[in-house]
């Protein structure tokens, strides 16, 4: 059943619709090796969002004439799973699909030393299992863990957030029903190691004094889910050292 949308969706107190604040992330639970098959795996929970991520090499790249001489080829497949929106979808890749999966590949490449492999391919699948707008940048971040669990040297960890424009607010990391009712969405992606931005959209309308205010507060979201990042990674392999101790 379609939702229905509510008569304000930030009330006068500037408190949103699921009580978070403008600049408030929604809740997030991260974990990386999650998958035993996998070279490197992450699952992420952001809000009613849930993404899994599987990374598979470097390895030989086939079919052979995709391979490239100096550096290894980087693959993504983004997919959602046809259970995880309200009407149910189609299993088939549809071409927002496709074009996610290059933009994930796209934000994630700028991170990964591809020029230590070559002539391989690195693949990376994002299955999204429960979908509640946001899904291109929690992919990121999910991929992103999901690289890093796999040993692929990286420049830094990327993560990524959506800023926008809400009943003329700008909003820290909207949700669906923001997303489709607001004015404005901007996601970003963002890599720890260079202060670099390697992914900027931007659907809708904002000045140009909202833009600027948009995308810093959405580097500073993805500061924040950055320490998240860390901080699962760094758990997970403080742990395995103790079982190695032990």
Request: glycine share 8%; hydrophobic share 40%.
């Amino acid at each position: 059943m379609a939702q229905k949308k509510p008569e304000k969706l930030i009330d006068e107190k500037d408190v949103r619709l699921d009580g978070r604040g403008l600049k408030e992330l929604r809740p997030m639970k991260i974990e990386v090796g999650v998958l035993g098959n996998a070279d490197g795996s992450a699952y992420i929970e952001q809000g009613k969002n849930k993404i899994l991520a599987a990374v598979y090499g470097p390895k030989e790249a086939h079919p052979k004439h995709l391979a490239i001489p100096d550096r290894a080829l980087l693959r993504c497949r983004y997919h959602m799973a046809p259970f995880s929106v309200e009407e149910r979808k189609s299993p088939a890749p549809s071409r927002r699909e496709v074009e996610l999966s290059k933009v994930i590949r796209e934000a994630l490449e700028p991170a990964v030393f591809v020029e230590y492999y070559p002539r391989t391919s690195i693949d990376t699948f994002v299955e999204v299992l429960q979908a509640d707008g946001g899904t291109r940048c929690a992919a990121i971040t999910v991929a992103s863990l999901a690289l890093a669990d796999a040993g692929i040297p990286m420049r830094g960890l990327v993560a990524a957030c959506a800023a926008g424009k809400v009943e003329g607010r700008l909003v820290l990391d909207l949700d669906d029903i923001e997303d489709k009712e607001g004015e404005a969405d901007l996601p970003l992606a963002w890599m720890s190691h260079s202060n670099a931005i390697t992914l900027l959209q931007m659907d809708g309308s904002l000045t140009l004094d909202e833009f600027g205010q948009a995308v810093n507060m959405a580097v500073e979201g993805c500061k924040q889910i950055h320490g998240l990042q860390k901080e699962t990674l760094k758990a997970k392999y403080v742990a395995v050292k103790e079982e190695v101790e032990e």
